[in-house]
């Protein structure tokens, strides 16, 4: 993998952490033949759920498309906000395609996690490569900056993108990807009543430095099942560990108040540290060695001052590790 900006370029070596690409199509094939499987799981695809459930002497009243659903116990993972300034630290806006470009040959060994482009008043940018041969590769252009950005505003940028690892060579795209994640919550996720939850990426289901979710929804999901079969509905979202939290707050802090300087601590963070150290601590499974070594590879009086701004969130506060 490579991480690259104007000022150095790090290439390292992930093969002890593979980094896999899982297609959401395998993903939700799987996923609904198991559904399909069970005697007593039904999935309503295509239907919406309309106003707010209403509690009911026992239970709850839901209205959808479908028609009304009553339900002793809801667990909602709809993001109960819209995306808006203000919401969170940063928004990640991204907007990828995957193409096929038969005159490239993409390098298939290394993949491009970051190659920053100028910072603009949108906020941190920059692109991701990842080939999948050497004629085919998903190419994305990624924000993160203060207010969410649709994938319109981020065409040009993309167009860009392409443009330049396809050489001006004509391509064809086979599908395009986009998405606007919260990185740091600024407001404490919704209480959890004894038979209703909200969850999911708006109720802090996401890694707040990254905004990955996936293997966190996985873990959640897990253990969700197992509290669910012993009768329990201990579904909330757990809040990571304290030192992590400041961290990652003190991170995104430092992104927000100082973007130009981005560029040069992604670089830093992969060249001062063992790579597989950073990718264990960006998965949540890193030790304390992991986390010294983060530590240590980063500017600690610039993060120090920003100790302070990290910890006056309100969500910061309040939620605490169970
Ligand atoms: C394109 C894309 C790529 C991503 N790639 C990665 C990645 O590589 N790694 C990673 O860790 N994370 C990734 N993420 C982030 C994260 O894993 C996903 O966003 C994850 O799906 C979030 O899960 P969720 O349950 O919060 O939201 P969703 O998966 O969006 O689920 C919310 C569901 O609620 C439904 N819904 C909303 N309103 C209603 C309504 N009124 N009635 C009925 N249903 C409703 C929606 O249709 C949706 O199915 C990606 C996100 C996107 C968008």
């Known amino acids: 993998m490579r991480v690259n900006s104007a000022r150095g370029s790090v290439t390292f070596d992930c093969s002890a952490l593979p980094y896999d690409m899982l297609p959401s199509g395998a993903f939700y094939a799987e996923a609904q033949a198991r559904i399909a499987s069970s005697p007593n799981v039904h999935l309503e695809t295509g239907a919406v759920v309309i106003g707010v459930p209403e509690r009911m002497k026992q239970g709850w009243h839901v209205e959808t498309s479908a028609g009304a659903v009553r339900a002793r116990r809801i667990i909602d993972t709809r993001p109960a906000v819209a995306p808006q300034i203000g919401n969170v630290i940063l928004w990640q806006s991204f907007f990828g395609q995957e193409i096929e470009c038969p005159p490239a040959r993409f390098d298939t060994a290394v993949a491009d996690l970051m190659d920053f482009v100028e910072t603009t008043s949108d906020g941190i940018a920059f692109r991701y490569v990842l080939p999948l041969s050497t004629t085919r590769a998903l190419v994305e252009y990624t924000v993160f900056g203060p207010r969410p950005l649709s994938p319109l505003h981020l065409s040009r940028a993309q167009d860009d993108a392409i443009r330049s690892v396809t050489k001006g060579a004509a391509f064809r795209v086979i599908r395009d990807e986009s998405g ?83 560029p040069e601590l992604f670089v830093r963070l992969f060249s001062r540290t063992d790579a597989c150290r950073v990718l264990r601590f960006l998965s949540d499974c890193g030790g304390p060695l992991d986390v010294a070594s983060v530590i240590a590879s980063l500017p600690l009086g610039l993060f120090l001052r920003q100790l302070r701004t990290a910890f006056e969130w309100p969500s910061m506060r309040l939620r605490s590790a169970r």
């Open 180 to 262: 606007v994640l919260p990185m740091g919550l600024t407001q404490s996720p919704p209480a959890v009543e004894t038979d209703y939850a909200r969850v999911g990426l708006m109720a802090g289901a996401g890694r707040e430095s990254t905004g990955y979710a996936f293997q966190r929804i996985q873990r959640w999901a897990s253990a969700s099942a197992a509290s669910l079969r012993h009768n329990g509905f201990d579904v909330a979202h757990r809040a990571d560990a304290l030192p992590q939290r400041a961290m990652d707050r003190v991170f995104l802090t430092v992104l927000r108040d100082k973007p130009e300087l981005a």
